[in-house]
Nanobody, 124 residues
Framework: VQLQASGGGLVRPGGSLRLSCAVS????????MGWYRQAPGKQRELVAA???????NYVDSVKGRFTISRDNAKNTVYLQMNSLKPEDTAVYYC???????????????????WGQGTQVTVSS
């Protein structure tokens, strides 16, 4: 399975972007997919996840602003990002997160090899 993220760019604070993650194989068999981000000098961390049943999970800092979705027919996962802030600046990646108890996920773990990320820069 290969992953390729796209859709990043430069946007002003308060703006929006929609990221896409194309998966080379079928995502139907993958129980959950997620979006991670890595800011300069920081660890890569999960920010949003979605199960096969479309149950979603978000880190507190993006709740109410980001929306994750998946199209199994297109083997694609999306991240709609609204009300962007400078602190959202990072390289964004997709992968399959590792579930833990309580419906949450390991914030740094992942099942698949990393693919290409996409740079998101929020600046005036």
């Amino acid at each position: 399975v290969q992953l390729q993220a796209s859709g990043g760019g430069l946007v002003r604070p308060g703006g929006s972007l929609r990221l896409s993650c194309a998966v080379s194989g079928s995502i139907v068999s993958i129980s959950a997919m997620g979006w991670y981000r890595q800011a300069p000098g920081k660890q890569r961390e999960l920010v949003a996840a979605i199960t096969r049943g479309d149950r979603t999970n978000y880190v507190d800092s993006v709740k109410g602003r980001f929306t994750i979705s998946r199209d199994n027919a297109k083997n694609t996962v999306y991240l709609q990002m609204n009300s962007l802030k400078p602190e959202d600046t990072a390289v964004y990646y997709c992968n399959a997160p590792i579930p833990i108890r309580g419906g949450d996920y390991d914030r740094t773990g992942h099942y698949l090899h990393w693919g290409q990320g996409t740079q998101v820069t929020v600046s005036s």
